[in-house]
């Protein structure tokens, strides 16, 4: 199983920026999608999460600014975040479990600064 991340990039502060993951390999239905990020010298957070019916949960630290989606395959996963802050600078992680398994993909850094 692989995952790749893209949409990373300089963004100004309130401004908008949409990642993307696709994962590919053996996927297993019934899994989860998720992105998580991390700062230098901190542990890596959860951002949000979704499955395969839809469901999602999100940070408290994101709720109302990000929307987490999967396209119609369910192999790809989306995190559309506005209103972004200088606080949501990060490497930002995708990550897919399934059957006690977590795969990651190699991370896209979100830089939010004017």
């Known amino acids: 199983v692989q995952l790749q991340a893209s949409g990373g990039g300089l963004v100004q502060p309130g401004g908008s920026l949409r990642l993307s993951c696709a994962a590919s390999?053996?996927?297993?239905?019934?899994?989860?999608m998720g992105w998580y990020r991390q700062t230098p010298g901190n542990r890596r957070e959860l951002v949000a999460t979704?499955?395969?019916?839809?469901?999602?949960d999100y940070a408290d630290s994101v709720k109302g600014r990000c929307t987490i989606a999967r396209d119609r395959t369910k192999k790809t996963v989306y995190l559309q975040m506005t209103s972004l802050k200088t606080e949501d600078t990060a490497v930002y992680y995708c990550?897919?479990?399934?059957?006690?398994?977590?795969?990651w993909g190699q991370g896209t850094l979100v830089t939010v600064s004017s």
């Open positions: 390999g053996k996927i297993i239905g019934g899994n989860v």
């Open positions: 990550k897919i479990s399934f059957r006690g398994e977590d795969y």
């Open positions: 979704i499955v395969s019916n839809g469901a999602a």
